[in-house]
């Protein structure tokens, strides 16, 4: 006995060890973060709700168990299956071994109905914290919040308790065949000349009664099921629009009452043969009760849905449909979209140009797929660099509003040379990426490439975009631990043949100073390099959950994340935004999306949430964008030290807040048909809309929602805007468009733009065909593709210009690569990648090289406006040649004329060219691009006036 207990003292101590380093790592993480709070909250919940669920169980397992002991304590009618020739000693189980293999199992299960009742634990806060919604279902009249707070909270404990009830009566029963008050006599297989066997059970009267009470028990659980069902028919699919139907208000809701007091019969019928068991009568009973089911919840609603409602469907169901209309436009936030009549003028001008310049000059002739590629091409700089992808955002540059495209260089370890991909660099030294890419969404180069603003290493950048702070040490592809303040820098960034290296300063990262949390961290990331390592100092610092969606997913669960958190420039230092929503599924009457948000359907959604992430310290801020959604409010009140009010937020960051795409492509998705709220139509269909398609390379695709700046009709400035156009179902004609507007104090209003029905309004398929039939353009785009080059037709946007449209799309090059050619050439690869080779360092395979090599380059511009159409060199071409007006002339910067002396000869040119040289090499090997060509600009000069010396005394 002593050296069990020992065992079970040694097994609770391992348990407790291995607990608290599974939770200490999580505390100090937390509390570095000021979030401690919310960590105990959240373990807490999870470990009080799993306990209750467990207690519960365990409470009516071993009553009843109690109750069956005592009901055959000495009273067994024949021989138990724990006795001497009984079914369980046959196979060497003695009682005692009996009755502990029967407590593990009890255990066992307990132990696992707790933990997935412990994932439930936000579900309990948000019924005991909730807020009412100050608005009420149609039906019954209850506030919103009893829908989306406390009917999934009462449906789980309902299904909890049937479950419990049901292994109640299954383990019960198991311990009366253990004990002999339920038995199981004869039977055997069949044999020759002889007829299968079947066995018989029998059951003691005492056993009998129990099991009789706790059917008893079984029924008046789903008693209450019935009564909640009643609240349920609020999702129901059964009628011609979401939620509770004719037959759902008039014959289900009936016919669930009418349930529940055949339950309710039932369950006393039960109680009371529990005292003097009637088999006849019970069996009676439960037939009525099973005929009653199949009578009044399927047979009666299907001949009323069949012979009363379809005959006269929309007369029927009208109102049902109103309040599916209504609550799915609340639900969604459609009931605020402002509704406006957009006449489409088929005059546009020059001056009309002129007088929406900014929005011309903010037209994004840059996609984000072949601009990333480019990126990646001229900016990743190392091998070890990469770009996620591209941004979109809007910055006051030199005092005007420009729309640009950005993307973070981060730092890949992966991509590291495998000779230099050790536990050192991967951990320690490579910790960081540096800088970013920055370039406005309509200017080209003459090679066709992105003219960079933001750019290199270390980061050159226009004066109001500087960037003090460009280390990224927290972001979208930093997935590993790194530990910072060591014995050895960090690599800072590449500076010619050298590597800059530095000592970080900020306050990021949890302090392992202490040789018990070295253990720690060895133990949580299974590293025992953490523990021998002799880099760390008292000063040394983990970082840990680094990568953007795993850091704010870890904080608050419970919120749903944007797909694509975004890179700002902000006061010289770089910080991520994310979005995050409130949700729910159980808001009534409202359709449930096609759209998925990380695998979820939903029928209520809100942008309450914006999140702000310091690229270098890794501070979070969650800020309050609508402080009046009840959710969030809930979620407050369960974490009142998590968020923050919006006015918290800092100015510059407000500036960059921007509508989330993934929202506004499930409020498109519902709009299609949730625009038309007369319910005829409705019913009808008659005006459904659809998302359009566009030709993007040679593939057809659906149109993603897309950024611009334009002035909206009636208002006096341009703003940032998330637009997307709509055609009529099966039609290609364009019928309205939804923005969401993005800045403030507008922040998240949306207007819809309906076009005339009874004018054509060329859609973006029409506008497609027509540029595969225009002759021209399509022979140049054919010719294209026939040297060794591939087109690429960029994203197709309809640009609202005044009170009419233009279209716009680009057209990139991309060569074209063979296997052979790629073999046979490789590209040039960085110095230190050359030197992994030479020390036998595998290579990029062909197909790798192959996609490095992806340079695409912008060649023309399609442009088209009512039926007319043409392609350019560029977007002002295109448009001037469109409108048939001139293109205004550029402002002619006169060249930078270098001052030379009229005494010097032509020796001593010969010194200032050389200064000029040697200034231009310093500037060369500093990365200093910029400097770097005005001195061969200045070279060129001196060169220039020698030769003309020299060709005077010829």
């Known amino acids: 006995m002593k050296k069990k207990l020992m065992i079970g003292f040694g097994l609770l101590v391992l348990i407790l060890i291995w607990l608290l380093a599974s939770i200490y790592p999580d505390w100090l993480w937390f509390d570095k973060l000021t979030f401690s709070s919310i960590f105990w909250t959240m373990l807490l919940s999870k470990l009080g709700f799993g306990l209750a669920v467990w207690l519960v169980f365990i409470i009516i397992i071993f009553l009843n168990l109690y109750v069956a002991r005592r009901l055959t304590w000495g009273n067994a009618p024949q021989t138990a299956f724990e006795d001497e020739g009984g079914a369980f000693s ?24 707790a933990s997935k009742g412990s994932y439930q634990w936000d579900m ?41 009830f049901i292994l109640a009566v299954l383990l019960t029963m198991g311990w009366y065949l253990k004990r002999g008050g339920l038995q199981v006599i004869g039977g055997s297989p069949p044999a020759e000349g002889r007829p299968v066997s079947l066995p018989k059970i029998t ?51 009936l016919a669930y009452r009418i349930l529940i007091i055949f339950s309710m019969g039932l369950a006393v019928l039960f109680f009371v043969n529990a005292f003097q068991p009637r088999k006849k009568v019970i069996w009676i009973g439960v037939g009525i009760w099973i005929g009653a089911v199949v009578v009044f919840a399927t047979i009666l609603p299907t001949l009323v849905q069949k012979f009363v409602v379809k005959p006269n469907e929309l007369a029927k169901e009208s109102p049902y449909i109103a309040y599916n209309i209504d609550y799915t436009r609340k639900a ?19 001056e009309d140009i002129k007088k929406h310049n900014v929005t011309i000059q903010n037209i994004r002739i840059w996609d984000e797929r072949p601009l990333l590629q480019t990126y990646r091409q001229i900016q990743s700089i190392r091998l070890y660099y990469d770009f996620n992808n591209v941004d979109v955002d809007r910055y006051l540059i030199n005092n005007q509003l420009r729309q640009v495209m950005l993307a973070a260089r981060e730092l890949v370890v992966n991509q590291l040379p495998p000779q230099a991909n050790t536990w050192v660099n991967r951990h320690l030294i490579y910790t960081h990426g540096y800088g970013l890419a920055l370039s406005p969404v309509n200017e080209v180069t003459s090679e066709g490439l992105p003219r960079l603003l933001i750019k290199d290493l270390p980061p050159s950048f226009d004066a109001d975009l500087e960037v003090e702070r460009p280390e990224i040490y927290y ?84 919120l749903d994340y944007d797909g694509d958190p975004y890179l700002v420039v902000s006061g010289g230092k770089l910080y991520w935004i994310q979005d995050a929503y409130t949700s729910s599924n159980m808001y009534p009457y409202s359709r449930r999306s096609y759209r998925y948000l990380k695998n979820k359907r939903l029928n209520y959604i809100r942008n309450s949430v914006k999140v702000t992430i310091d690229a270098y310290n890794g501070d979070v801020c969650f800020y309050m964008v609508d402080e ?5 409010k809930t979620y407050s009140s369960i974490f009142p030290d998590l968020f923050k009010p919006f006015d918290e937020m800092p100015a510059g960051l407000k500036k960059h807040i921007r509508y989330p795409k993934d929202l506004f492509e499930i409020q498109v998705g519902t709009y299609t048909k949730y625009h038309m709220e007369d319910v005829q139509v409705f019913y009808n269909q008659e005006d459904l809309w659809q998302v359009p398609d566009e030709i993007y390379s040679d593939t057809r695709q659906e149109i993603k929602p897309y950024y611009i700046i334009i002035k909206l009709p009636e208002e006096e400035r341009e703003e940032f805007l998330l637009m997307l156009p709509f055609t009529p179902s099966k039609k290609d004609n364009m019928i309205g468009w939804l923005a969401a507007r993005s800045d403030l104090p507008n922040y998240g209003n949306l207007l819809a733009y309906k076009l005339p029905k009874e004018k054509l309004v060329y859609g973006p398929m029409q506008i497609e065909a027509r540029v595969d039939q225009q002759t021209e353009i399509s022979r140049e785009l054919s010719l294209w593709g026939q040297r060794g080059s591939r087109v690429i037709r960029g994203n197709l946007l309809a640009i609202p210009v005044g009170e009419s449209f233009i279209y716009v799309e680009p057209v990139y090059l991309e060569a074209k690569q063979e296997e052979s050619e790629l073999t046979s050439t490789a590209p040039p690869q960085p110095r230190g990648f050359r030197e992994s080779r030479r020390r036998g360092a595998q290579v990029p395979s062909a197909v790798d090289r192959s996609r490095a090599a992806s340079l695409p380059e912008l060649k023309r511009v399609i442009v088209a406006f009512s039926n007319r159409l043409t392609m350019d060199e ?36 010969g010194g200032l060219a050389l200064e000029h ?33 020299a060709g005077e005394r010829e």
């Open 90 to 113: 046959q196979v060497g189980l003695s009682g005692k071994s009996l009755n502990l293999l029967f407590i593990g199992v009890i255990l066992l299960i307990s132990f696992v109905i």
């Open 628 to 632: 009046q959604d009840p959710l969030v």
């Open 475 to 558: 972001g979208e592809k930093t997935d590993g631990y790194v530990l910072v303040k060591t014995k050895t820098k960090e690599f800072d960034y590449p500076k010619g043949d050298e590597n800059v290296y530095t000592i970080y300063q900020g306050r990021g990262g949890v302090p392992i100073k202490s040789f018990a949390r070295r253990l720690l961290f060895a133990f949580e990331f299974l590293d025992s390099q953490i523990l021998f390592t002799t880099y760390l100092s008292p000063e040394s610092r983990i970082m840990y959950n680094r990568r953007i969606d795993r850091r704010v997913g870890s904080i608050a669960p419970f």
């Open 874 to 909: 560029d977007l002002d071409k295109a448009l001037y040649n469109l409108l048939g007006g001139e293109i205004p002339p550029e402002e002619v910067v006169p060249p930078r004329i270098p001052e030379i002396p009229e005494a010097l000869d032509i020796y001593n040119l």
């Open 332 to 350: 969604y936030n459609l009931g605020k979209v402002q509704e406006v009549d957009f006449p489409v003028s088929d005059k546009l001008g020059v």
């Open 124 to 164: 309990a806060l948000r019924y005991l914290y909730q807020h009412p919604f100050g608005s009420t279902d149609p039906i019954f009249n209850r506030d919103i919040g009893f829908y989306v707070f406390s009917l999934p909270f009462y449906i789980s404990v309902q299904n909890w308790l049937l479950v419990f």
């Open 203 to 253: 059951v003691s009267l005492k056993a009998k009664k129990h099991l009789i009470f706790l059917g008893g028990i079984i029924v008046l659980v789903l008693a209450w099921g019935y009564h909640l069902k009643i609240y349920n028919l609020l999702y129901s699919t059964q009628g011609p629009a979401f939620g509770a139907s004719y037959t759902d208000v008039h014959i289900r809701v």
């Open 917 to 949: 040289y040697n200034k231009a090499r310093d500037y060369l090997r500093q990365g200093n691009w910029a400097e770097y060509g005005r001195e061969l600009e200045d070279l060129e000069k001196v060169l220039k006036e020698m030769s003309r010396i």
